[in-house]
């Protein structure tokens, strides 16, 4: 896995065929996980991660598997997307093992360092499920601010 960059207690690594099976085990958990980054109730097979990891490698993406680095652990992902004139979209997916370990701050505050410093984004937005309380308050703690708000979502934004 190669590494591109790292903070205290993690190591951000391009996304790898050889992290499938984690990525299967996390986004396949509905009740953890999958409830928070869509309403899909189906699982997702081998074949269809296999040709996302893929496809992000050859977009390019702006994606990261965070590794815990005292075990070698998944922790989870971050990306940053539709990238334009500055501007970026944060999303980031923890596996319920590794949730409520503080990752969530860790990368979050990361994320938006390498943003800045090679990137060179002004602004940050993401949006979040309303019952998403965990993420919410990690949001607010890394300083973003609610800007507008739907019944499905709550959409938040930090200022670099």
């Known amino acids: 896995m190669e590494q591109v960059f790292e903070s205290d207690n993690i190591q951000f690594v391009k996304v790898s065929e050889s992290l499938v099976r984690d990525y299967l085990t996390m986004i396949n958990d509905i009740e953890h996980v999958a409830r928070f980054i869509s309403k899909r109730i189906k699982p997702m097979s081998e074949e269809t991660e296999v040709d996302w990891v893929c496809r992000k490698l050859e977009e390019n993406a702006v994606i990261f598997s965070m590794i815990e680095k005292s075990s070698g652990e998944f922790i989870g ?6 990238i334009n004139d500055n501007i970026g979209e944060l999303g ?7 949730q409520n370990m503080g990752y969530g701050t860790e990368a979050v505050l990361a994320i938006i360092k390498y943003a800045t410093d090679y990137l060179r984004l002004k602004r940050i937005f993401l949006k979040v499920y309303p019952d998403n309380d965990r993420a919410i308050y990690v949001y607010k703690k890394c300083g973003f601010r609610e800007f507008n708000r739907t019944d499905d979502d ?3 934004e930090i200022t670099l």
């Open 154 to 156: 709550i959409f938040m």
């Open 92 to 98: 980031i997916t923890i596996t319920a093992g590794k």
């Open 77 to 82: 992902n971050i990306e940053l997307m539709n």
